[in-house]
């Protein structure tokens, strides 16, 4: 084949298959790609930073307007108050507490721990609670002293205790603070996109 055949054949070529052309939606569609990338950066930053602030709250506000929290760590009070529960007591009048309020009290035979437990009969002139959890089958050996009594349970959340037990710890602390800073990279990247979009 000649010089001049083998041009006319390379020419041919070209002309037959076209080099494809670049579609003008490509770019279009990585910025929206990106733009999409960085709300959900966004809106999962702020999710990890509303629980993080959410549990710390939880603990913290409580004790501004009155209430002491405490984690239910046994299974006496179940299937009412789970373990892992966290319970938000207030100061009561002993004396008005009334069979089938729980509440919250130490006693000094069996150490410091709170106990969660339901009252079964109030003696005023005495002034002792009996008490009985949930789950036992007998009232607890100890009337609880008027003294003792911590207050009366309001509220509790199953499994907020094990959150409330974390947070708490100086590794819970500190896992909460790298959460916090997770989450804020995370809502400074996705703006980052947003902008780029």
């Known amino acids: 084949m000649s010089r001049v055949e083998r041009n006319q054949a390379l020419y041919t070529e070209n002309i037959e298959s076209p080099k494809p052309e670049k579609s003008s939606e490509s770019p279009k569609a990585e910025k929206k790609q990106t733009s999409k990338n960085g709300k959900f950066l966004i809106a999962a930053g702020r999710l990890v930073m509303l629980v993080v602030v959410a549990a710390c709250l939880s603990l913290v506000i409580p004790h501004f307007i009155g209430y002491e929290t405490y984690v239910v760590v046994s299974g006496s009070m179940e299937p009412n108050i789970p373990v892992g529960s966290i319970v938000y007591s207030k100061k009561a009048d002993p004396a008005a507490l009334q069979t089938g309020d729980v509440i919250v009290f130490v006693d000094p035979a069996r150490g410091t721990t709170p106990i969660t437990h339901r009252v079964v009969t109030n003696d005023t002139v005495a002034g002792t609670i009996v008490t009985k959890g949930d789950a036992n089958e007998a009232e607890d050996v100890n009337p609880a002293t008027y003294d ?18 974390a947070l708490t710890s100086f590794l819970g602390k500190l896992v909460a603070i790298l959460m916090l800073m997770e989450a804020w990279l995370l809502i400074e990247i996705g703006n980052r996109l947003k902008i780029r979009s």
Not at 148 to 165: D, E, L, Y
């Open 148 to 165: 003792n009594i911590k207050g009366k349970v309001a509220v509790h959340i199953p499994r907020m205790g094990f959150v409330a037990s």
